[in-house]
């Protein structure tokens, strides 16, 4: 079992949670961003409004769904980080641990900006601009600046581990 525990861990991430876990987990995470972007668009001077999950733009109305709370972008990442820490870092379970919990608030982080561009696209451009190929051209975007997030705190960590690992040895 200590060999298989990891494989047995990753296989567990592909099977979807329940539904009532979902709306359990994500609806403060969509109203937390839902309010911290209204309050950056309304302090930057943009008409903007929100009740919940709803954003008011000008004239047009949004709805913040759960793939916008980073539920979905928080299992992807966290199969892709894990995988790549366990294929890098075997041996070091701390740093595997470690880059694992960076997932998190690298994906909410990442739908917070996602949220943000498809507001200012909704008020710019209009809502079938932000509904339609932009919306899904800025999730993949957010996605992937968040991959690449994910090893650039790999490698920060791995470059203070070794800096605390040079300053014990001249010691």
């Known amino acids: 079992?200590?060999?298989?525990?990891?494989?047995?861990?990753?296989?567990?991430?592909?099977?979807?949670?329940?539904?009532?876990?979902?709306?359990?987990?994500?609806?403060?995470?969509?109203?937390a961003i839902s309010a911290v972007a209204v309050d950056l668009l309304y302090a930057l001077g943009y008409p903007v409004a929100s009740a919940g999950v709803t954003i008011q733009i000008a004239q047009f109305e949004l709805l913040i769904a759960a793939a916008c709370a980073g539920l979905n972008s928080i299992i992807s990442l966290s199969a892709i980080c894990l995988l790549y820490a366990w294929l890098r870092h075997q041996s070091n379970v701390r740093h595997?641990?470690?880059?694992?919990?960076?997932?998190?608030?690298?994906?909410?982080?990442?739908?917070?900006?996602?949220?943000l561009?498809?507001?200012?696209?909704?008020?710019?451009?209009?809502?079938?601009?932000a509904q339609g190929f932009l919306h899904e051209f800025a999730g993949l975007v957010m996605f992937s600046i968040a991959l690449i997030t994910i090893f650039a705190v790999d490698e920060a960590l791995l470059r203070f581990s070794n800096r605390r690992t040079t300053r014990k040895a001249a010691a």
């Open 96 to 115: 595997l641990l470690l880059l694992g919990l960076a997932v998190l608030p690298i994906a909410v982080f990442a739908n917070f900006v996602r949220v």
């Open 1 to 31: 079992m200590r060999r298989l525990w990891f494989p047995l861990f990753y296989l567990a991430l592909s099977l979807p949670p329940p539904d009532s876990l979902v709306a359990t987990i994500t609806q403060p995470i969509k109203i």
């Open 117 to 129: 561009v498809l507001i200012l696209i909704t008020y710019y451009l209009g809502e079938a601009a």
